[in-house]
């Protein structure tokens, strides 16, 4: 039955590799013929181990192509596959196979049909979260992102078969279903959702303001309520990057799959910072980290009538300014700060291109403290090397998806 026509007359290889995932495999190909596709299933060896061939030549009508070797095709089997391919996607694509690819291996039907492909190409891995986090996954991710001929759709944090937690499972098949649409250029879904144009990125993001204790029950903080952050942090998830978010004293619920940091002071939020920076492909610096902090915190409560005469403040470190001057000529990390200025809009542009070039990062979102502070909209400039960009009034979520296409845009440059 034909639920919706939105991938009629498209033919899509279904690469299916050795992973526990590989049952869902069978749902994205019952999902892809219901949408109008013919799905073409290329199993390797490692795949029969888990899903019968049976069960795939049942739900696509097709026979299942397994070995390259198969002496019943005429000709070349990879190369007539890859041919008919409108889009090939591989799910579960295993690190070996990920490996494979990256490295241009040709050593089964589903390595090769790759190496041939015209079309796009998606690959949705699916592993343990320490194969993912494992330093040549991610350098084989890295390779196959700067080669910039494959795309990847996930990997999801949450459960995996050990029952282990973290980043590495497959996305559901429907979130494949919306990445295939967008590619084949029939979606009905929002453009920003499919695009997971972040995967396999690691992002953190700051959010939130800090509290400088000045005793033990009071403080010196700002109106920051975090919404910003948080809107990055979720709009980050769903385009599919890895995301560590260092919070401040907020009341907001955290997004799914983010690894969350709370922390109080700015002392200590540059503390989690230095921590969740090593190997992050991005820094947004969406926080509002004190610039002051009391020289003293006093231990004990002050008594009404006992106030001090004057409170005696000490500037907190710039941690974004530090990563700026640590990271020297190199493009890596992508450094994102906020300015948030009160004034007119030439004033507040004006700022952020100082604070720029003062804190040497490549971007400042330049905002305007009355509308931007605990609101849910916002009103935004980009302010990069060359040009300061109006993003105009919009809500916090549609205005963290344009600091993200821009950042987006940062981490490509910064690859080439
Ligand atoms: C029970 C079991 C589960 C596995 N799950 C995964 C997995 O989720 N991801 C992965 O990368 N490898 C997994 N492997 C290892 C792969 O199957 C193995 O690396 C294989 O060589 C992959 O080959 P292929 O990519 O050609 O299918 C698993 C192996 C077993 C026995």
């Known amino acids: ?66 070995d390259m070797w198969d002496p019943e095709f005429a000709g070349e089997m ?23 690819a990256a490295t241009g291996r040709a050593d089964d039907l589903l390595a090769a049909l790759i190496l041939c492909a015209r079309s796009p190409v998606l690959l949705a891995p699916a592993m343990h979260p320490r194969m993912w986090d494992h330093p040549a996954v991610r350098a084989n991710v890295a390779s196959l992102r700067g080669q910039g001929r494959i795309d990847l759709v996930g990997p999801a944090s949450g459960a995996v078969a050990s029952g282990e937690s973290g980043l590495g499972r497959m996305v559901e098949p429907e979130e494949i279903v919306r990445a295939i649409e967008a590619r084949l250029g029939s979606s009905p879904v929002p453009a920003p959702v499919q695009l997971h144009d972040l995967s396999g990125y690691r992002l953190v993001i700051s959010a939130g303001p800090t509290q400088e204790a000045i005793d033990p029950v009071r403080f010196l903080g700002n109106r920051s309520s975090g919404k910003m952050g948080f809107a990055l942090a979720t709009r980050a998830i769903a385009r599919g990057a890895e995301v560590t978010l260092v919070a401040g004293p907020v009341s907001q619920t955290t997004p799914s799959g983010v690894i969350r940091i709370d922390v109080t002071s700015a002392l200590e939020m540059k503390g989690a910072l230095e921590s969740a920076m090593p190997g992050a492909d991005a820094l947004i610096m969406a926080a509002a980290v004190a610039d002051f902090r009391p020289v003293h915190a006093s231990a004990i409560k002050w008594k009404k009538g006992h ?12 941690v974004l300014a530090g990563l700026g001057e640590a990271r020297g000529e190199a493009r890596r990390p992508v450094l994102v700060g906020f300015a948030l200025e009160t004034g007119d809009r030439e004033h507040v542009i004006a700022e952020a291109r100082g604070k720029r070039v003062r804190k040497k990062v490549d971007l400042i979102v330049a905002n305007a403290a009355h509308i931007a502070l605990g609101g849910d909209d916002t009103e935004v400039f980009l302010v990069d090397e060359t040009e300061a960009t109006a993003v105009g009034h919009m809500s916090k979520s549609d205005s963290a998806d344009a600091i993200l296409d821009r950042t987006v845009q940062l981490l490509k440059q910064s690859a080439s």
């Open 1 to 66: 039955m034909t639920v919706s026509g939105s991938l009629h007359g498209k033919t899509i290889v279904l690469g299916v590799t050795g992973s526990i995932a590989a049952f869902k495999a069978v749902i994205l190909a019952r999902r892809l013929i219901e949408r109008g596709a013919t799905v073409l299933p290329v199993l390797t060896a490692g795949a029969t181990r888990f899903v019968g061939a049976v069960t795939f030549s049942g739900i696509t009508g097709q026979k299942v192509a397994a």
């Open 307 to 318: 106030a001090p005469q004057a409170l005696q403040l000490v500037e907190n470190p710039d």
């Open 78 to 100: 990879h190369v007539a596959l890859a041919e008919r391919a409108d889009l090939v996607v591989v799910a579960p694509t295993t690190a070996d196979l990920l490996a494979r």
